[in-house]
């Protein structure tokens, strides 16, 4: 069976957190603010990079109308800078092979902007499994709105679909679109994991080809409802 799989990028295929931090501390320190640890970062990545300064702003008590100029800013950084520090997770380059080598179609969804979303799929090797890249700017609405979801697929081969991700915008996404969710656990996420609407949970890349599998299996049976 041939399906249409759809990836969220942080926190699931990257860990592009010491680079969004690094982007972050650079604004702050624009504005002669001391730098923000890493884990606290971290607690604001997931509705893209507007929602992130504005908990910067929040946290580090900015002033909130310096909200556009500050989200520039931070995206200047981040753009200049999206590669140097983000590493792949284990697992998922040969894990990406592997699905390919089946025959599967894959996708890319997330909340980063897509100029700096293609830039890190390119410089870590992985833009050439993908035949659809959604970004939070691509369309006028972001996750967990289903629509970039929904584009995603568009875009793709038709056939069942899975999302893959790493955190609470993209379980609702996934819900919201009507599509079987897999979390990877590894990632950004703030709450435990039975909080979030999952198909099936992982916690290392090697182990997504047979989780596929298994899922494409289930929703293929109409009585499992997902
Ligand atoms: O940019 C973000 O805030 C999150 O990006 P993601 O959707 O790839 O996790
Ligand atoms: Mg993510």
Redesign the pocket.
Known sequence: MRAAIVF?????LVDSAPDIAAAVNRMLDGEGRPALPLAVVIGF?????PK?VERVIAHCGLERDRHADLTQATLDHYSRAASDRTVVYPGVVPALEELRSRGHALGIC???PEAPARHVLQALGLAGFFDAVIG?DTLATR?PHPDPLHAAYAALPAGPRLYVG??E?DAETARRAGVPFLLFTEGYRKSPVQDLHHAASYGHGAALPELVDRVLALADRPADGF
């Open positions: 969220d990028l942080d926190g699931t990545i997931g509705n893209g990079i992130l997330t909340n980063k939070g996750k790493d955190s915008v």
